[in-house]
Structures are given as structure tokens and as C-alpha cells.
């Protein structure tokens, strides 16, 4: 079954580079950002188009990027900077400004990196380790402020509180719409993998974002008309498998493939370049301090440490999507030097066995000279996930 | 000097010199004479710590050969009773606290505890089992260090000590650094300890990134996060922690830090070069009054230190070991060195580093609220900055020390430092003119020849 709607998607994705270029020069500017936790809502109120930044999974990239940044450093925040030192990827060359929250920190170094060899225009970020604390909401509400006059400056206008007001309803829109498609590609007899749903969200970081609400609410009134509400129960004996752990941007299809090769099904993640972004954001006023603290409260970052692991939401969140997904086996991807994720992985399975999941680490790089070695690692993983249900069922 | 089976024995005939040498006070005002220092480093340790004597080339902590530098002795003095004193602090109802090194400590001295640092923490862990030779204290290093890397995750650089305090026998109360920008890898090795065996208090002090220090709300975002530290410390000693005992505690660090940088010139300014590199670093981190887990007696060792190395260069002697045109070399990047002897045998010499370094030279203003001032200090370390400010501080640090060249090593693991080692190092060479090396320090013991090898391949280059 084709959804006309994503034809259109990948339509619009593709035409976007061009339409970006000609706003541009009627006058538009573009914000290109990374990391995780940079409001886009104030750079659409101001006028200003915002543009997530990023792709992985190619190596010569990697290695372009490795002539400025260590290879000590995971291969995102290396691709990260082989494409500005390349300078070829149409959003890149097309962003004025590039904004960066200091999340992880090297995502942090790529931002001083492409500064200083390649002379791009950054603003930085500043968010607490101790986000938790009462000073730390207080000294992110602050640095929001200042990144916000920044930003103004940079549009030459004033953030007005009705434009924020309505950039707070578009985005929570569309947060609300990418959660309700997650919810039909976890469904039985999926009308949409969630495969397709991940490239939607990626689709997410180029788009006009009127334009994308726009799509996205066509694409569940398609769903819905194709396949009813979405129901997740009654397993039909897939291997579903649930992905945690380090970014997977756009273009970096390496473990999703092997995990659907082998007889995986995917039925959701937790990444930050998937649903994270979109859960628990809960703007009470459009204010700098209501996005604030809605930013600072949602499910954090696993570069922020959290020093108890009772109370870690990031834990709670990951426990919650598995069981909302009724996925049964956690493929945990952890790129090589990716320390806040990788350090937790051992942690992690721990927590996920005393629920009955079980969890498989791939710890990985773009290259692909892992590949067959993370299949059969991926397969076996896979067949036991199965061989789980069947007992179940004979049970 | 003899040497007993490849094992280094501080010589009988320097002995009456050293005993007139001053006494060790410490922050509890008892005190500890040159005389029972002798006793100790000639009769005890060397049946108790084998390996510490070792001469072995490849072992980079062997003891100083420059004998006639009482403060060298007493710096090992110090070292090697890291266990003794340390151990009995704790039991005398000390908090312990695990810090990171490159920061300063006195939140953590006016609050009642001892701040050790993971080279401090290694010197009483190491402490714990006598009688080893190098070999067999080397393993069981390594042994607990595995248990890390299990528990946390084999690419860590830092493991914030978890080894010694989760998998070894060391009582550590609290688990409480300041997170830098120098290390990533320490925020993750505290987080860890939350699913480990001991149940700890974890704390951390937040360092907020990019051009903060001249930003009210973040010095006072830190200088909060500094009262809920001392409020926690306080809390293990049982004290309530005034703003007065952090302004005291501030003036007694600013003496370390004062004098560090007193010494510094006169040690970079000399005609000849007046100790060898090993000593050089001793002498000028005791600014930072925390590696002995006793700042007072850290300050008591670097009074002397500064003034023997003052003699010295008024009466040009040179420190042992080091080569007459010997190569200047400034150490950039993370928190590993070369081997400072083999250094020197080829040529060079370490004259100076960034790291535990510029948290030295800070000092913290004294009067108005401490915690602002500290916070304020804490935000302004200059190899905390971003790149472009650090590499201008550096090199002024490289003109200053006369280095004739900079290394850069960072740490295998080490991401932070890693990532801005070509920049840094581009940078520096824009402003200093000197040539620049990145070198990759492998774990400890693997691949030293390499090291060393690349390390004498640039003195050679600049010779």
C-alpha cells in the first residue's frame, strides 16, 4: 500500500533545497541548527527559518571532517564537520546563522570547530548539567533570554508574544502529529513502517513548517481512512524491536537495514533524532520562560548526567515508549565515542532485564566494515526475539 | 646514589643536610621533622612501597634522582603517605571527597573535607597493598582498572575513580567534581555511580559553557551550585559552613596559588634550567594545594620549594638529569605527560602545561561574597575558555615559559580535548611561531615506546 502523502513528502523534501535558495534571495534568512535542545518556536516567531542540521552514515564525510576534529570524536560530530568543511549539502550552504545548544559537548566542539576553520556565523546555547536544579531552570530561562536577543538582532526585529504565541501552536501541532504517527506504525499490520514515519520526522527538519503541519495532518487523515484508529495489541509473532541510544540522523540507514534484513520489525525509538524531541513539551505561556522551562523539563538528554537512577526520566521515558510499543527486544546503537550513550549501555540492559526486555548493543561506526559482523549479531538477536514469541504462544 | 636491584635508595651522605631542612605542618598543626621524614623514605617506604624505587625507564613516576632538592623528598614524602594519613583522617570522621584535577578545592577544605583528585585518589589506593614491586603493583592497578571499563564502558578515559571507590576499598563519602569543559568523560563516570555497589552522595559542580564569565547569572548559577556543595560537605563533617570559612580558606589557597606563580617565573626565567621536568611539575601543582590531600601542608613544602629553586637559579645549578641546550618543551591538551626522564634523556625537558595549570594562576578575589568570587574565578579558568581565548592564553604561557616547541597529547578517549587539538595547536603556532605536535597517550603502559619515540623525534626536530 503507497500513501500518496509521503509521495508528496519526499516530493516537497526534495524541492526544498531550491525554495530555500530562492527565499533566500527574496529576503529570507535561515537558522540551521544542532544538537537538542534549541526552541525553534522563537526562531519562527522571528521571522527567521529554522533548519535542523546533520546527516550521517558517510564515510567520506567522516574522513573529510577528521582532518579538523579528532577520530577520538564519534563519527556525527565528524560528519558534522566534513560537511561544513565540504560545504556542499544544500541546507548547510543555505544557513546564515548556525545555532547550537551546548547539549553534548562534542556537538559543542563542532560548533568552535566550523567557527574557527570555516568561519561560520554560531551562536551558542548554554544549557545546565544540573537542569534539574532550580538554579540550573533559573540559568538556562537566562541564557534563552540572551540567545533570544541575539537572534533578534540577528532578524532586526523584536520577538513579539502573539507570533510566539502562534509558532507555539504550530509546533505543538506538529509534535502532536508526529506522536499520533508513531502510534499507527506500531499497529498490527502497519499501514505505514516505521522506517517511513522516521524519514517523515527528518522531512520535519527541512520543510516550511506551516507546510509540514500541513502534510503531516493529511497523512493521518490518509491513515485513518486507509486503516481506521490506530490499535496496538494482538502480536502477530514479528521480532519487534525497539531503537535506543545514540543519534541516527538522516542517511544513516546502516542498523536499520540489517535490523528489517534479518526479520526485525521496528516499532519505535527513543532517539533524538527521532520521538524524543516532540514528548513532554509543555509550553504553559508563550514567554522565554515558558519555552524554557517546557525545554528544560522534557525528557533530557543522556549528555546531561542525572545522578539517580530511580528518578531518571530519560529511564522512565525509554521504559514507557517500549510498553506503548509493545516492542520486545531493545537494539541499543552506540556510536564508537559517543560517551553518553555508550557509558550507559551496560546500565541500561540492566534496567530493561529487571523488566523482562532484553537488550543488544551495537556499538558501531559508518564505515562499513562492521556490517556483516553487527547481522549476525543483529540476526541471532532477532531469532531469539522470535523464538520468544513462539514459546509464548505454545505456552 | 646506589642502586640495589634496579631500585633507587636516596644516599646516606646527603642525610645531614636534609635533616636541618624545615618541617612539615599540616592542616591539623601537628607536624612532621625532616629527621622523620629521612626515616621514612630511607628505612620505611622502601619496604613498604618496592615499587615506588623502581628505576625501571619505562616507569614515568619513579622518584626524583635530584637529591639535594629537600622539596622533591618531601613531595614524595607526601605521596607515598597518602594512604597513612588519608585513611586515618577518614577515621577520625573526615568526609572524603572525589574531585577532578585542574579545579580548585577550597569550597571543599573550608566545608570540612579532604578533596583528593584521581591522582591523589590512585596515591592512597596504590597505598593500600605493600609490599609490591612494580610489576605487581602495575596488574593490580590495571586489574581494578578493568572492573571500570566493565562497569562503565571501555572507552573512558576518566573514570572518575570509580574504580578505586566502587570496585576497590577506598571509603570515599562524596563524589563531587566541578564539571569542566577539559573532560567529558568525568560527568558520565560521577552518573555511573548511581547503579553502582556503594551508595554515594553525588553531587556536581556545573560549569556553564561559552563566553560565561561575564555573565551575572551564570557566576551566580555556579555560585549556587558552590553553596549546595558546601552545605553537603558540611553536612557529612557535621559543620555549619560560614561565607567567613570560605573567605578564609580562599586567602589560604590564593598564598598556594600566589606562590606557584612566583616560583613559575623564576623557573622559567632562569639561565639554567634549575630542576629537572618531574620536580618542575611538582612544585608548580602544589599551587593548586590539593595533591597532597593537605593543602597546608602542600603550601608548607612549596614556601621551601620556591626558595630552593630561587637559590638555585641565583647560583646557577642545574637540576639533575637535564641537558645543557636541553629543548623546552610546553605540554598541551589533556591530562597525560610523556615520561619526563626519558624526555630528558634525549634532549628535552618539560618546562611547562596548560593543564592543572591555569586554575592555578587564577586567583580568586578576596573580599565580597566568597561564592560569587569563587564562581566567578572557577568560570574564568582560561583553559576552560573557548578555543580562541584559551590559545591566546597559552600562548602567552609558551612565550613565557621560553618553550621551544608544544606537544599536544590528549588522552585516548578523550573527546573534549581531542576535538580542539588541531585548532588549538594552528592557533598557537599563528601566535607563537614555534612548531606544534599532536600526539595520541595511550592507556597507561601500552605503547610507550611509541610515545617516546615521537616524543624524541620532535626534540630532534628541533635541535
Known amino acids: 500500500m503507497v500513501l500518496e502523502t509521503l509521495r508528496r513528502i519526499e516530493e516537497a523534501v526534495k524541492e526544498r533545497p531550491q525554495e530555500l535558495a530562492k527565499a533566500r534571495e527574496k529576503g529570507a534568512r535561515v537558522v540551521g541548527w544542532f544538537n537538542y535542545n534549541v526552541p525553534e518556536e522563537i526562531i519562527h516567531a522571528l521571522g527567521l527559518t529554522p533548519i535542523r542540521l546533520g546527516t550521517g552514515g558517510d564515510d567520506r564525510l567522516v574522513e573529510i571532517g577528521s582532518r579538523y576534529i579528532s577520530t577520538k570524536n564519534c563519527v556525527y560530530a565528524r560528519e558534522l564537520v566534513g560537511l561544513f568543511a565540504e560545504n556542499q549539502d544544500p541546507y548547510i550552504k543555505n544557513s546564515d546563522l548556525v545555532a547550537v545548544d551546548a547539549t553534548c559537548l562534542q556537538t559543542y566542539r563542532v560548533a568552535e570547530i566550523i567557527k574557527y576553520f570555516f568561519k561560520v556565523n554560531t551562536l551558542i546555547l548554554g544549557v545546565p548539567r544540573n537542569f534539574y536544579l532550580s538554579e540550573g531552570q533559573e540559568y538556562f530561562t537566562k541564557e534563552l533570554e540572551f540567545f533570544t536577543q541575539k537572534l533578534e538582532e540577528f532578524a ?20 502532536k502529529a508526529t506522536k499520533d504517527l508513531y502510534e499507527y506504525q506500531a499497529v498490527v499490520h502497519p499501514p505505514i513502517k516505521w522506517r517511513e514515519v522516521f524519514d517523515v520526522v527528518h522531512a520535519g527538519y527541512y520543510l516550511d513548517r506551516e507546510k509540514y503541519l500541513s502534510l503531516l495532518k493529511e497523512l493521518l487523515i490518509e491513515l485513518k481512512e486507509k486503516h481506521g484508529s490506530p490499535v496496538i495489541g494482538n502480536l502477530n509473532g514479528d521480532a519487534r524491536i525497539f531503537i535506543s541510544g545514540s543519534i541516527i540522523p538522516p542517511k544513516d540507514t546502516k542498523l536499520i537495514n540489517i535490523i528489517e534484513e534479518v526479520g526485525g520489525r521496528i516499532v519505535g525509538d527513543d532517539l533524538w533524532s527521532g520521538i524524543n524531541p516532540v514528548l513532554d513539551v509543555n509550553i504553559k505561556e508563550p ?26 526520566k530519560r529511564l522512565a521515558n525509554l521504559k514507557k515508549l517500549i510498553k506503548d510499543s509493545q516492542a520486545q527486544g531493545v537494539v541499543f546503537h552506540t556510536l564508537r565515542f559517543c560517551d553518553p550513550f555508550s557509558f550507559k549501555a551496560g546500565e541500561t540492559k540492566e534496567v530493561l532485564r529487571k523488566e523482562g526486555v532484553s537488550l543488544l548493543e551495537i556499538h558501531t561506526e559508518y564505515a562499513d566494515s562492521d556490517v556483516e559482523a553487527i547481522r549476525t549479531r543483529t540476526e541471532a538477536f532477532v531469532e531469539m526475539v522470535k523464538n520468544k514469541n513462539l514459546l509464548e504462544v505454545e505456552a | 646514589m646506589s642502586d640495589n636491584q634496579n631500585s633507587f635508595r636516596y644516599p646516606e651522605e646527603i642525610k645531614p643536610e636534609f635533616i636541618k631542612t624545615e618541617d612539615i605542618v599540616f592542616r591539623d598543626g601537628s607536624s612532621v621533622s625532616a629527621s622523620e621524614i629521612w626515616r621514612f623514605m630511607t628505612e620505611e617506604a622502601p619496604v613498604r612501597y618496592p615499587y615506588a624505587y623502581s628505576n625501571n625507564r619505562y616507569y614515568g613516576r619513579r622518584l626524583s634522582k635530584d637529591i639535594r632538592l629537600p622539596s622533591s623528598i618531601k613531595h614524595n614524602y607526601l605521596m607515598l603517605t597518602m594512604n597513612d594519613r588519608t585513611s586515618k583522617a577518614r577515621e577520625n570522621g573526615t568526609p572524603i571527597i572525589f574531585v577532578q584535577g585542574g579545579q580548585s578545592v577550597d569550597p571543599y577544605y573550608a566545608s570540612g573535607g579532604i578533596a583528593l583528585r584521581p591522582a591523589s585518589t590512585g596515591a592512597w589506593a596504590r597505598g593500600k597493598e605493600e609490599g609490591l614491586n612494580l610489576r605487581e603493583e602495575e596488574l593490580r592497578s590495571n586489574d581494578v582498572r578493568e572492573k571500570a571499563r566493565k562497569a562503565i564502558g571501555f572507552e573512558i578515559c576518566q573514570s572518575a575513580g570509580y574504580e578505586h571507590i566502587q570496585e576497590g576499598d577506598l571509603p570515599v563519602d562524596m563524589v ?13 563516570g560521577v552518573e555511573a555511580h548511581r547503579h553502582g555497589k556503594r551508595k554515594l552522595d553525588l553531587f556536581l559542580v556545573d560549569y556553564p559553557l561559552d563566553h560565561q564569565r561575564e ?100 647560583h646557577s645549578i642545574k637540576g639533575e638529569g637535564v641537558a645543557d641546550d636541553a629543548k623546552r618543551l610546553f605540554i598541551s591538551g589533556s591530562c597525560v605527560f610523556p615520561n619526563d626522564f626519558r624526555t630528558e634523556e634525549a634532549g628535552g625537558i618539560i618546562v611547562a602545561n596548560d593543564n592543572h595549570w591555569s586554575d592555578i594562576t587564577t586567583l580568586v578575589e578576596e573580599t565580597g561574597d566568597p561564592y560569587e568570587k569563587l564562581a566567578k574565578a572557577i568560570i574564568s579558568y582560561p583553559y576552560e575558555q ?34 580542539v587539538a588541531r585548532m588549538l595547536c594552528d592557533s598557537i603556532h599563528e601566535e607563537t611561531g614555534i612548531p606544534t605536535m599532536i600526539i595520541e597517550h595511550e592507556q597507561r603502559g601500552e605503547q610507550t615506546e611509541q610515545l617516546q619515540n615521537r616524543v624524541n623525534a620532535f626534540i630532534e626536530m628541533l635541535n
Open chain 1, 156 to 175: 532586526g526585529s523584536k520577538l513579539d508574544t502573539k507570533k510566539l504565541a502562534e509558532s507555539i501552536k504550530l509546533y505543538n501541532g506538529i509534535r
Open chain 1, 287 to 312: 514567554s522565554i520562560k515558558g519555552i524554557a522551562d517546557a525545554y528544560i523539563n522534557r525528557v533530557p538528554h543522556a549528555a546531561l548526567p542525572y545522578l539517580d537512577l530511580e528518578t531518571d
Open chain 2, 176 to 188: 563531587a567534581p566541578y564539571l569542566c569543559l577539559r573532560c567529558s568523560d568525568v560527568g558520565y
Open chain 2, 215 to 314: 555573565k551575572e547569572w551564570a557566576v551566580e548559577y555556579v555560585a549556587k551550585n558552590l553553596r549546595r556543595l558546601t552545605q553537603k560537605i558540611g553536612k557529612l563533617a557535621g559543620k555549619e559552613v560560614t561565607e567567613e570559612d570560605l573567605r578564609e580558606e580562599i586567602k589560604l589557597h590564593n598564598k598556594g596559588r600566589k606562590i606557584a606563580i612566583d616560583a613559575a617565573d623564576s623557573w622559567w626565567s632562569a639561565r639554567v634550567t634549575p630542576t629537572n621536568g618531574a620536580d618542575r611539575r611538582a612544585v608548580f601543582q602544589m599551587g593548586g594545594m590539593e595533591q597532597h590531600g593537605d593543602p597546608n601542608a602542600s603550601l608548607t613544602v612549596l614556601k621551601e620549594a620556591n626558595k630552593d629553586i630561587k637559590e638555585r637559579v641565583k
Open chain 2, 386 to 419: 573557548p578555543i580562541e581565548e584559551r590559545a591566546k592564553w597559552t600562548a602567552g604561557e609558551v612565550k613565557k615559559s621560553r618553550s621551544d616547541g608544544v606537544l599536544f597529547l590528549y588522552n585516548w578517549g578523550c573527546n573534549t580535548q581531542s576535538a
